[in-house]
């Protein structure tokens, strides 16, 4: 059976001829060193090139990292070996270390040494420590030295390979070779140690198209890779996978079973020749060096081949070597923490005969399925003893302890408890994968199809490309997981057994009402588990959600890539697993999970029976499902949090609720949102009320102005000067004729010119004492322009209609403390629109007649942009007049319902209290 080995292409740059690549242990880069004689770091994340080294001219045949000194070294055809610090990118260190072409350097993983090899047919070691000085040379081979490298199980030892076609083991401090392999009938070109496991193997790769796994200890060869078609330049053991890599100059690299041998894949990427392989322990990353630049790719899943059973026993496979532990064996004095990793002490259960690629405990939790390289392995989960074995590329539980195999694509076999063989079924289909549980399910790549474990009848066919399958204990509900989405499916297990009792035939779409479709999400799954009829998953943003009633929640957003184990009842908590094999915990009440699917089938008086036994700190959780299902009075009643209620019941239009809320929170949002519900709904003494908490200032002036209420309007107007709201402050005292007062305001605001043009308009008498103002103060900025401002006492002739616009003040004096309310405005709709100043002047004609008071309210507003101004009274001068000049202030003169807008400002913004410059007039 080929390893179940994805291979996924995470990084290709084209680049010239890559003679040697390194995988840095922490950081995402790639080190690859050219033909060309430049060094570069790449960064695979970002797919950008993060660092580069004009090494030489040359060739540069090998480059490593040395983490722990932030180092890269590199050997050159120049015979130079040169140490960068690839942070600084300063040269640590150069030195002729041989007198031929450099071929290759190795780091030793704790010491301080440096291992180089070249055409010289000598072996150099070099001591960083002492000053990069060469402490030892090993000699023996007869032609060029290609390739050197560390043993990882006897950092003491290294193997070399050279073009005499030998391998040969050395020991540091000794000068003689331990032994020499004749290794081929060409030139050997690379070697590699095997790092998992026992086994003391090393591998080989030649000028006669082979490669060979040797051991070591017996010195003989235990197998030869035939199939390249061109020199092997590159091999490798992977350090994580039961894999073997071997790279040639045919363009090709080839994927062999570190253990059976058999080629499991050939990737060729159309890069010409294959010059280097690199990959690291502890990730499944493999970058290769070609002709025409580097790929990475990513091989297989990072998932961990991991088991736990009902009661908290999780068993684990590392490579060959099987691991348990008990989530039990964590004690009752320890407080664990949500996300926490818990201290679980590891033992040593066993090893299995197969490279595990999946492992699964039988409902019971008594047996443990191992299944990998084709085959399969039933171990007593306590002893880890084999119970029964046999052939399989896929091996499921159903729900009552039978199982079932997939052999091939048309072969799937059932056994029964006790691991006899009672069917030998083939599909019509290509069954390409197998789904246990309830019924047995054989998916194609369009379809699902599932089938019942006694007879083997067809339930139902499903067209839905499946991902994975999970049924709930129960049997009654399945979550199919596809690429996008997943859907939760309600078995109608009665449906199905009176339509197969009665006889009548299944077509090949089988019992049309055997499933129901009850919810679709839009959610990829990465691992799911059911706990009742919550189904509780991890997506693929890496999200701890649960789905209820179609209805998801998340519990927990995950800081990394963790996959369920599952839940125990006992201590409501669901439990994960991340790819280094720490065992965390989340908390879900079952309780919770209860109540909310009692409520999803309706079932509310025992949902109410439940609720007690909710923790308070959750019932928020449960007001936020209420409030989903429409249920917003109930999510009230439940929700403890104050903002929460505060928001459902303004939802609901509870106000004596929302007020209770708003007085203890003492919110000014809240103040504010209750306050405009008030108001729409006419309960203006509330509205009153809230935008006064609120200091919602602006509001308060549209809901007094709206009524006519001049008490609140004159109180508004001290609150709103106490806080600085100068715009809201002014329109109260306009609205209530009190214009003395307005002009006072602008000159506090230092908006004297303004002051000045609005006396003008409305207070002619008030324009003297105005003006001596405004020359005092423009004289601090323009002596000229003050000289320059005309006063209308000393130049009435200046200011038309000057003593009429005098006389009208005095009569209009009279009625400006008239308030007419709000209710009396469809008396005044249709007044004339006559301006004071033209009622006067109809007057004098007549001037015994008396000036009524209505004709005295008419609004006294100018066409726009036809504001009087002060003229400018200079002899033989031009008018001047300053960049900076204000603008005019327009205003609605009617004294008691009018408006002004000063300088474009809204109502409730404050005032500026500095003015970059004063107008002339």
């Not at 060029?144 to 193997?159: E, H, I, L, R, S």
């Not at 029964?388 to 729900?399: D, H, I, M, R």
């Not at 927990?556 to 439990?575: C, E």
């Not at 005295?856 to 507003?861: D, T, V």
């Amino acid at each position: 059976m080929p390893l179940s080995l994805k291979i996924k292409r995470k990084l290709a740059q084209r680049s010239e001829r890559v003679k040697s690549v390194d995988l840095h242990p922490s950081e995402p880069w790639i080190l690859a060193s050219l033909y060309s004689g430049t060094v570069g770091i790449w960064n695979y994340q970002s797919q950008t090139m993060v660092k580069s080294f004009e090494v030489t001219e040359l060739p540069v045949r090998s480059a490593k990292f040395i983490a722990r000194k932030q180092w890269v070294v590199a050997g050159a055809d120049d015979m130079f070996i040169r140490v960068y610090n690839y942070n600084t990118m300063d040269k640590v260190k150069v030195f002729e270390a041989h007198t031929d072409y450099i071929r290759c350097v190795a780091v030793h993983p704790t010491l301080p040494y440096v291992l180089s090899s070249s055409d010289d047919m000598l072996i150099k070691l070099w001591d960083w420590d002492k000053g990069w000085v060469c402490t030892q040379i090993f000699e023996g081979h007869s032609h060029y030295v290609m390739q050197v490298t560390f043993n990882p199980k006897d950092t003491n030892t290294f193997a070399s390979a050279s073009l005499d076609r030998t391998i040969k083991i050395w020991n540091l401090g000794s000068p003689d070779p331990n032994f020499t392999l004749d290794a081929h009938l060409k030139g050997v070109n690379c070697v590699d140690y095997f790092t998992g496991g026992d086994k003391p193997y090393l591998i080989t790769g030649s000028d006669d198209h082979t490669a060979k796994v040797w051991d070591y200890q017996t010195k003989s060869c235990v197998q030869t890779l035939e199939g390249h078609t061109h020199n092997v330049s590159a091999v490798c053991f992977h350090p994580e996978l039961p894999i073997i890599m071997t790279g040639s100059e045919d363009g090709t690299i080839r994927i062999w079973h570190a253990t059976t041998y058999r080629l499991e894949n050939t990737l060729n990427y159309g890069l010409e020749r294959v010059w280097a392989i690199g990959c690291m322990k502890g990730s499944r990353r493999v970058v290769i060096g070609y002709d025409e630049g580097t790929i990475m790719v990513k091989i297989g899943r990072e998932e961990p081949v991991a088991s736990m059973d009902n009661s908290g026993k999780i068993i684990w496979a590392k490579h060959n070597e099987i691991q348990t532990v008990n989530i039990k064996s964590v004690g009752v004095d320890y407080e664990v923490t949500d996300g926490e990793r818990l201290p679980l002490a590891v033992k040593e259960l066993g090893t299995c005969d197969l490279y595990p690629q999946s492992l699964k405990h039988n409902p019971n939790g008594r047996f443990v399925v191992c299944c990998g390289d084709g085959e399969y392995i039933i171990y007593t989960a306590l002893a880890w003893r084999n119970r029964s074995f046999g052939s399989a590329l896929e091996f499921v539980w159903s729900s009552d302890g039978e199982y079932a195999v997939r052999e091939s694509t048309s072969k799937i076999k059932l056994f029964s408890k006790t691991f006899q063989e009672k069917k030998n079924i083939r599909p019509t289909f290509s069954a390409e994968r197998l789904y246990g549980g309830t019924l047995l399910a054989m998916c194609s790549n369009d379809f699902i199809c599932f089938y019942d474990w006694g007879e083997c009848r067809l339930i139902r066919r499903i067209d839905v490309n499946v991902k994975n399958l999970y049924w709930a204990d129960s049997g009654d509900l399945v979550a199919i997981a596809s690429d996008t989405s997943f859907y939760i499916l309600k078995y109608n297990r009665d449906v199905v057994s009176a339509h197969l009792d009665s006889g009548r035939p299944v077509d090949e779409q089988g019992v049309e009402d055997a499933f129901e479709l009850l919810y679709e999400i839009n959610e990829r799954v990465r691992t799911g588990l059911w706990v009742g009829d919550c189904f509780i998953y991890s997506n693929t943003s890496w999200r701890l959600n649960y789905c209820v009633g179609g209805e998801v929640t998340t519990m927990f957003h995950l800081d990394r890539p963790m996959y369920l184990l599952g839940y125990l009842a006992n201590q409501s908590r669901v439990y994960l697993i991340d790819k280094e094999f720490n065992v965390m915990g989340y908390t879900l009440l079952l309780t919770l999970i209860e109540y909310k699917t009692l409520v999803m089938r309706g079932d509310l008086e025992r949902a109410n029976e439940i609720l007690p036994s909710i923790p308070k700190e959750h019932h928020n959780s449960v007001a936020r499902f209420l409030e989903s299902r429409g249920m917003v009075e109930d999510a009230m009643e439940v929700a403890t949090d104050p903002d929460y209620r505060f928001d459902l019941a303004i939802q609901l239009g509870k106000l004596e609720v929302a007020q209770e809320i708003a007085t203890g929170a003492q919110s000014e949002s809240k103040w504010k949102q209750l306050g405009e519900l008030a108001m729409s709904k006419g309960m203006l003494e509330l509205a009153e009320a809230c935008l006064k908490n609120a200091m919602d200032l602006s509001g308060l002036l549209l809901l007094y102005s709206s009524l006519g209420d001049a008490e609140g309007l004159l109180e508004l107007a001290s609150l709103a000067t106490e806080n600085g709201k100068n715009n809201v402050a002014f329109l109260c005292l306009f609205m209530l004729g009190k214009l003395e007062e307005c002009i006072q305001l602008l000159i506090d605001s230092n908006r004297i010119p303004e002051a000045a043009l609005m006396a003008r308009s409305y207070l002619p008498s008030k324009v003297s004492e105005i003006v001596a103002i405004w020359r005092k103060d423009l004289n601090k900025v323009n002596p000229k322009a003050a000289e320059s401002l005309a006063d209308p006492e000393e130049y009435p002739n200046l200011f038309e209609d000057w003593q009429v616009a005098l006389a009208v003040e005095s009569k209009a004096a009279e009625t400006r403390g008239f308030y007419p309310s709000a209710a009396e405005y469809v008396n005044s709709v249709d007044r004339s629109h006559i301006t004071l100043l033209e009622a006067f002047q109809n007057l004098q004609t007549d001037e015994d007649a008396p000036l009524e008071n209505g004709d005295l309210n008419h609004e006294a507003e100018e066409e726009n942009g036809e504001e009087e101004q002060e003229e400018v009274h200079e002899e033989g001068q031009e008018e001047e007049q300053d960049e900076g000049q204000e603008e005019a202030v327009e205003v609605d003169a009617d004294s008691t319902n009018g408006a002004v807008l000063v300088n474009g400002n809204e109502a409730d913004e404050q005032w500026g209290t500095n003015n970059e410059g004063h107008p002339s007039a």
